[in-house]
């Protein structure tokens, strides 16, 4: 298998940690989607990354595909396969997701020349990822894991998400959430995060 992407994508970075996660052999291409010669566009007719192109032949794309994919292929699960768990960790990653589109749409904009640039957009970007913020730092559980006992999908997804943030958009989160600042810090000691952190990601 190989998997195509950039180094800075947080959606191609989820899928780099479980690859680490769970030993899978995966070959990662770096590929920019914006370079004329991209081989994105011919792997997914959206031309985004991630796109993990089989060794039959097929192509998946979009990350929470490719993560279901990949889980599925060895034990233990990140993704439980079924029951109440199950729809936590999606709705875990439903929300990451959101914090990182977020977070890009913020970035984008704020690089628009500035008579361009949309005070309001930036704005609703903003508000959405401190409304994020609160409601993970809310439902967090006493132990170090969001979902169950273990290490889930749900906290991979999140703590690149919080990691994203402080990259695109660092800002002092951590004095308003208090309980989300040493979860973080706890879940990205883990090797596969360290190892995958793009270049210029300073860690906080």
Request: glycine share 4%.
């Amino acid at each position: 298998m190989k998997l195509y992407g950039s180094l800075t994508s947080p959606y191609v970075r989820k899928v780099r940690i479980l690859v680490r996660e769970k030993n899978l052999a995966c070959e990662f291409v770096v590929a920019d989607a914006w370079a004329a010669d991209s081989p994105i566009p011919a792997l997914n007719p959206l031309g985004k990354v991630p796109a993990l192109a089989l060794d039959n032949g097929d192509v998946l794309f979009d990350s929470p595909v490719i993560v279901e994919y990949l889980d599925s292929l060895k034990v233990p699960a990140l993704l439980t396969v079924s029951g109440a768990a199950r729809w936590e960790i999606l709705r875990w990653q439903a929300l990451a997701d959101g914090m990182q589109d977020a977070t890009a749409s913020r970035l984008l904009e704020s690089r628009r020349p500035a008579e361009q640039q949309s005070a309001e957009n930036i704005r609703r970007q903003e508000e959405k990822i401190a409304r994020s913020l609160k409601y993970t730092e809310d439902h967090l559980h006493s132990g170090p894991w969001l979902v169950s006992d273990r290490f889930t999908l749900a906290d991979l997804v999140m703590a690149v998400a919080l990691e994203y943030i402080d990259f695109r958009y660092p800002h002092d989160w951590r004095s308003r959430h208090p309980r989300l600042a040493p979860w973080l810090t706890g879940v990205s000691a883990r090797p596969s995060l360290i190892e995958t952190r793009p270049p210029g990601m300073e860690k906080k």
